[in-house]
């Protein structure tokens, strides 16, 4: 029997610990050379999900421009911030960097306009949500090895992207909608699986959350200001960000714009990171928590922004609201995605004998339930490019265009 490798050094006892895991769904032998967590994100990498990543869209679609963020390189970011608390914190590197790329993987093309399409089309088939797509992902539709569907990962892994927005059941559910209904694919595989999915993650999937916060909201001023769709001006009566660029203008009064922005943006990063451990480390010493099963227990998150940090980030997120997401050049593109998304799921609804024959496969015997998860597993997975590639040869009309 091949023993594992342990823990990495240094761990708080808060941490998840390798040796405490609660293991894999399917039985497999250990690795002799990467801990459980290591082998989760190794992984999750080699997954043809997170390849796919690089040509979806985190707010501008792919063709837009080379230099907008995409749904990877926000991962990756996300990635490099959680891992930087984790440091900080002591908790697990590798179950915090799985976590953060995992995070995304059930996300469909053209980013949040894509998921309110599929979430319309699929609320008749008990919705859509990308969370619950990036379960399905990892647990069912990623097919790679001959003993299981899915990538088989850790039971910490599994909980942490289901649930690192808070609980599921009961609760406060953290950044959610507090009736919001289960969402029909954690359901389902719940009832193989118990996530526990009323108590909170472990602290490093919480870390991921925050670490997604961080990087969206920076990296999406950083994008909107070089896009044109506002300017440094506008940003002045922001709290936060505001007195930080002002803070560059002083320091470097001659200083160009491109690097204006970006020193003002490493900044930003900074005060939102360094908020958070200050935070983290109060609420961990006033909780007393000892270990990761504490942490779950508590019924609060020991990891978050304080009190004067969450009203400076919602104040960001308000002005990224008007001023980008909904800003008329974006208000254009993400309507087209929209369409095309609808199209798409109202033709493979319509004529599923034009899928692939191993997505065919998948409809043998499926009610209308299941089939229409089928379409939506299928339209999720594809990349802007790729979907836009469909449209115009199967839907023709108005296509999405530079």
């Keep these: 029997m091949t023993e594992a490798p342990k823990s ?121 949500d990308h969370n619950a797509q990036s379960l399905n992902v990892i647990t069912k539709l990623e097919q790679r090895y001959a003993n299981f569907d899915g990538l088989n990962l850790t039971w910490e892994t599994l909980e942490g992207v289901v649930k690192h927005n808070g609980p599921l059941l009961g609760g406060p559910l953290v950044g959610g909608e507090k009736d919001k209904p289960l969402p029909r694919v954690i359901a389902g595989y719940a009832q193989e699986h118990d996530l526990e999915l009323d108590t909170f993650a472990g602290a490093e999937a919480q870390v991921a959350a925050l670490s997604d916060d961080i990087a969206y909201n920076n990296h999406d ?6 896009a044109g769709l506002f300017t440094v001006r506008d940003l002045a009566g922001v709290p936060l960000v505001g007195p930080i660029f002002d803070s560059v203008d002083k320091d470097y009064p001659n200083l160009e714009e491109s690097r204006k922005i970006h020193e003002a943006v490493r900044r930003l990063i900074g005060a939102m990171v360094e ?101 939506a597993d299928y339209i999720a997975g594809m990349t802007d490019r790729f979907a836009i590639d469909e449209h115009r040869r199967h839907c023709g009309g108005e296509a999405i265009t530079p």
Aim: net charge negative; proline share 4%.
């Design 8 to 128: 990495a050094p240094g761990l708080a006892p808060y941490a998840c610990h390798e040796e405490a895991s609660r293991g894999r769904l399917h039985d497999e032998a250990e690795s002799a050379t990467r801990r459980c967590f290591h082998r989760d994100r190794d992984r999750i990498i080699h997954s043809a999900a997170f390849r796919r990543l690089e040509y979806k869209t985190q707010v501008f679609v792919n063709h837009e421009g080379d230099n907008y963020r995409t749904r990877l390189t926000h991962t990756l970011e996300v990635s490099q911030i959680t891992r930087s608390l984790c440091r900080s914190l002591e908790l697990n590197e590798d179950l915090g960097e799985a976590l953060a790329l995992a995070h995304d993987l059930g996300h469909p093309p053209f980013g949040h306009a894509g998921e309110d399409a599929l979430r319309e089309m699929m609320e008749p088939f008990g919705g859509f």
């Design 275 to 375: 908020d958070v451990l200050a935070e983290s480390r109060r609420r961990i010493e006033d909780a007393k928590v000892s270990s990761a099963e504490e942490v779950r227990a508590l019924g609060r998150p020991v990891v978050g922004f304080s009190e004067a940090m969450e009203a400076q980030e919602k104040a960001v997120k308000t002005f990224l609201f008007g001023n980008m997401y909904r800003h008329e050049k974006l208000k254009v593109m993400t309507g087209k995605a929209r369409n095309t998304v609808r199209d798409l799921f109202v033709f493979f609804r319509e004529q599923p004998e034009t899928l692939p024959s191993d997505w065919r496969r998948k409809l043998e015997g499926a009610g209308p339930e299941p089939a229409a998860q089928v379409v």
């Design 221 to 226: 001023i950083d994008d909107g200001l070089r």
